[in-house]
């Protein structure tokens, strides 16, 4: 197991990120609905488990121009990185052989044209690559480790109840493939390097509020086209993921000048 670099930083972001768990669970009901519902919809499961699928394959073409960049500036990073992307390329068939399970074909699954919270967060991730480098990415993968790791064994253990364990058997493998490699400190490491002084952290700080933003929307917005008694207002995709994330991170900067 890796030893973390720069651990007062890391308990920081990660009471942070616990934080974000407690409150996307009251700002988005449909997280609460796939952990504890005693009966969990199939067809609100399918189209979260289509996105996760998504986001996987999305994340191959953002993560290899973070590589790329890594190689002009910092070839031990580029290893890393690309150690780690290596493991996490194909995990989307992972989930993709959930969802074969429960009657959903391949062709399906690949057709879908993801939800418009994923095209932001798709979005927001080549802007910070362009303008400025992969920290921006990097804390994506880390905001997504974390979390994945502190509440996906309990809605996976939800779903199954509900749906049967064929429907999270994918699930569960890259879930417990990500924590026997301990996949959130290599992220954490490699992060590190582009972290070297509090303005840095900050920065860190910033983007992590925003991914808070944005997934919090994508729940919000996968409860608009499957369950919508689980949406909390009205309001579109976009104006939740932007208001939500300049609220949240004006508090997070707030809080790290105190």
Not at 162 to 189: F, I, M
Not at 198 to 213: I, T
Not at 237 to 248: E, I
């Amino acid at each position: 197991m890796s030893q973390a670099v720069n651990p007062e930083f890391r308990t920081k972001v990660d009471a942070l990120l616990d934080s974000m768990i407690e409150s996307v669970y009251k700002a988005a009901p449909a997280a609460r609905y796939l952990a504890s519902s005693n009966q969990v919809d199939l067809t609100m499961f399918k189209r979260h488990t289509v996105e996760t699928i998504l986001r996987i394959r999305l994340a191959r073409v953002a993560d290899s121009k973070a590589l790329c960049l890594f190689t002009k500036t910092d070839p031990v990073a580029a290893h890393k990185w690309a150690k780690y992307t290596e493991e996490e390329m194909l995990h989307d068939r992972l989930f993709l052989k959930d969802l074969t399970n429960i009657g959903m074909t391949e062709e399906e699954v690949y057709g879908t044209d993801p939800l418009l919270a994923t095209k932001l967060l798709q979005g927001y991730l080549y802007y910070t690559l362009e303008h400025e480098g992969p920290r921006g990415l990097i804390t994506k993968s880390y905001f997504v480790e974390y979390t994945t790791r502190k509440t996906q064994g309990s809605w996976n253990e939800n779903i199954k109840r509900s749906l049967g364990d064929k429907a999270v058997r994918g699930a569960e493998a890259h879930l417990n493939y990500d924590v026997n490699e301990d996949h959130s400190t290599d992220v954490w490491n490699v992060l590190m390097t582009m972290v070297n002084g509090k303005q840095d952290e900050e920065r860190v700080l910033y983007h992590l509020n925003v991914y808070f933003g944005l997934f919090s929307a994508y729940l919000n917005e996968l409860a608009s086209k499957t369950k919508s008694d689980l949406l909390p207002n009205t309001q579109n995709v976009a104006t939740t993921a932007v208001l939500t994330a300049q609220d949240v991170a004006q508090k997070a900067s707030a809080a790290a000048k105190a």
